[in-house]
């Protein structure tokens, strides 16, 4: 990915890293000679084949000795969402998929007092109700009577596991999925070969003094690292960036994606193309908001008054399939807070493995057919306090698209 601007002084980009499995650090003879008396590492490793029942009892337990419980639903399975976004079933799978990395990797430190180590699935409960709520680790290890170390360690753990072994649910869709996707965006908007909508999002935290620039500070003056999204038709990700300083403009961070590059190579976006009333071919494109350039595969709002009725109409059904952008994004930070959260001096190497990391079980979340509670409260906006940025960018050929589109909405609406 390319850093350079155009002019002036070249922003600095968080690092993203794909951190494969590492061999476990020998102990230390006093460590080593306190885990002889206690039994074998290898005997308390083969207890963590099994699932552990018993966290949730204890996790609910510390709930009502806190006084937390009062919002939590009744029902045992909703109470299980309230606090991990996901059913029961989802949760183990998210289990099986780091199972053996926490087994065989477990973070120094996590051998309670009866000498055993901490299970995988408390493990992942700890990490996931760290990103859940963007609660502080204080506050979370003692809803489950560990230190604050202890929940640092287990989170940056699973999520080292999950960057790695989940990918697999964030990916560009083949051909035969992307035609599923316009088909169904088309029968809701009218858009036809519309695979997707973009938008992006900041994700607000505190620098030391020493780390602080203006490449960091955004617009509304806090510190902020971008999220780029692209999302079908069900609000899944299929393309992310991130690690960018909110201070760019969103037209800008298209530029340095390499989504952008792959869509101008003419490597993505290439499937093929309709044909309008006209005769006129109408590309694969995605749809955004104003802050976006209008490009041959990007077709963003009409802009300006008196507008013609086929504009009119163009930018109402633009507008359906473009919320699905803000939605996911609006969702994403909704379900897990601690990307909603101001974020309390991250290394900005380690953000970006968060921020993919949220995006991961977003989607994992849609896969797996599960629901999201409707008390879990989603902002309004995903990005409230930030004024749009209109970009007033557009290629010829993309002006030419748009009108093309625009031109064959009153047609596609004749025929249905």
Same mark, same amino acid.
């Given at each position: 990915?390319?850093?350079? *601007?155009?002019?002036?002084?070249?922003?600095?980009?968080?690092? %993203?890293?794909?951190?494969?499995?590492?061999?476990?650090?020998?102990?230390?003879?006093?460590?080593?000679?306190?885990?002889?008396?206690?039994?074998?590492?290898?005997?308390?490793?083969?207890?963590?084949?099994?699932?552990?029942?018993?966290?949730?009892?204890?996790? =609910?337990?510390?709930?009502?000795? &806190?006084?937390?419980?009062?919002?939590?639903?009744?029902?045992?399975?909703?109470?299980?969402?309230?606090?991990?976004?996901?059913?029961?079933?989802?949760?183990?799978?998210?289990?099986?998929?780091?199972? $053996? $990395?926490?087994?065989?990797?477990?973070? &120094?430190?996590?051998?309670?007092?009866?000498?055993?180590?901490?299970?995988?699935?408390?493990?992942?409960?700890?990490?996931?109700?760290?990103?859940?709520?963007?609660?502080?680790?204080?506050?979370?290890?003692?809803?489950?009577?560990?230190?604050?170390?202890?929940?640092?360690?287990?989170?940056?753990?699973? #999520?080292?596991? *999950?960057?790695?072994?989940?990918?697999? !649910?964030?990916?560009?869709?083949?051909?035969?999925? @992307?035609?599923? #996707?316009?088909? +169904?965006?088309?029968?809701?908007?009218?858009?036809?070969?519309?695979?997707?909508? /973009?938008?992006?999002?900041? #994700?607000? *935290?505190?620098?030391?003094?020493?780390?602080?620039?203006?490449?960091?500070? $955004?617009?509304?003056?806090?510190?902020?690292?971008?999220?780029?999204?692209?999302?079908?038709?069900? *609000?899944?990700?299929?393309?992310?960036?991130?690690?960018?300083?909110?201070?760019?403009?969103?037209?800008?961070?298209?530029?340095?994606?390499?989504?952008?590059?792959?869509?101008?190579?003419?490597?993505?976006?290439?499937?093929?193309?309709?044909?309008?009333?006209?005769?006129?071919?109408?590309?694969?494109?995605?749809?955004?908001?104003?802050?976006?350039?209008?490009?041959?595969? =990007? @077709?963003?709002?009409?802009?300006?008054?008196? =507008?013609?009725?086929?504009?009119?109409?163009?930018?109402?059904?633009?507008?359906?399939?473009?919320?699905?952008?803000?939605?996911?994004?609006? %969702?994403?930070?909704?379900?897990?807070?601690?990307?909603?959260?101001?974020?309390?001096?991250?290394?900005?190497? +380690?953000?970006?493995?968060?921020?993919?990391?949220?995006?991961? =079980? !977003?989607? #994992?979340?849609?896969?797996?057919?599960?629901?999201?509670?409707?008390?879990?409260?989603?902002?309004?906006?995903?990005?409230?306090?930030?004024?749009?940025?209109?970009?007033?960018?557009?290629?010829?050929?993309?002006?030419?698209? %748009?009108?093309? /589109?625009?031109? !064959?909405?009153? /047609?596609?609406?004749?025929?249905?």
């Amino acid at each position: 990915m390319g850093r350079a *601007m155009a002019t002036g002084k070249k922003p600095k980009k968080g690092k %993203r890293k794909i951190r494969g499995s590492k061999k476990a650090k020998t102990k230390g003879p006093s460590k080593v000679k306190r885990a002889k008396s206690r039994g074998t590492l290898a005997a308390r490793r083969a207890d963590l084949r099994g699932p552990d029942t018993e966290w949730w009892d204890a996790f =609910l337990s510390k709930q009502d000795e &806190s006084g937390g419980s009062a919002a939590v639903p009744s029902d045992e399975e909703e109470a299980f969402r309230y606090f991990f976004r996901t059913s029961r079933t989802t949760f183990d799978y998210i289990c099986s998929i780091v199972r $053996d $990395d926490l087994i065989s990797m477990p973070p &120094s430190g996590l051998i309670n007092i009866e000498g055993r180590l901490l299970s995988v699935e408390k493990q992942v409960a700890i990490a996931m109700r760290r990103l859940a709520s963007g609660d502080p680790q204080v506050n979370i290890g003692a809803s489950f009577g560990v230190g604050q170390s202890t929940v640092s360690q287990v989170t940056w753990r699973f #999520i080292e596991s *999950m960057e790695e072994r989940a990918r697999h !649910h964030l990916v560009w869709p083949d051909q035969e999925r @992307m035609e599923d #996707i316009k088909a +169904k965006l088309e029968a809701v908007s009218g858009l036809p070969n519309c695979c997707g909508a /973009i938008d992006a999002t900041h #994700i607000t *935290m505190t620098l030391p003094a020493v780390d602080s620039s203006e490449d960091w500070c $955004d617009p509304a003056k806090n510190y902020s690292m971008f999220l780029q999204g692209v999302v079908d038709d069900e *609000m899944r990700f299929i393309d992310i960036v991130t690690g960018w300083p909110g201070g760019l403009t969103v037209s800008r961070l298209l530029e340095y994606s390499g989504f952008y590059k792959l869509c101008e190579a003419g490597n993505r976006l290439n499937g093929p193309v309709r044909v309008s009333g006209d005769d006129a071919e109408i590309r694969e494109f995605i749809v955004g908001d104003i802050c976006y350039p209008l490009l041959p595969w =990007l @077709m963003t709002p009409f802009q300006g008054k008196n =507008l013609s009725t086929p504009m009119v109409n163009f930018n109402a059904r633009q507008k359906d399939a473009k919320m699905l952008g803000t939605r996911a994004l609006a %969702r994403l930070k909704g379900s897990w807070r601690i990307l909603d959260k101001v974020i309390w001096r991250p290394a900005k190497d +380690k953000l970006p493995s968060i921020i993919l990391v949220c995006c991961l =079980l !977003h989607n #994992i979340i849609l896969d797996r057919k599960d629901e999201l509670l409707p008390h879990i409260q989603l902002p309004e906006h995903h990005d409230t306090g930030y004024n749009i940025k209109k970009c007033k960018q557009e290629s010829p050929i993309g002006k030419v698209m %748009r009108d093309t /589109i625009a031109g !064959h909405l009153p /047609i596609y609406e004749a025929k249905s």
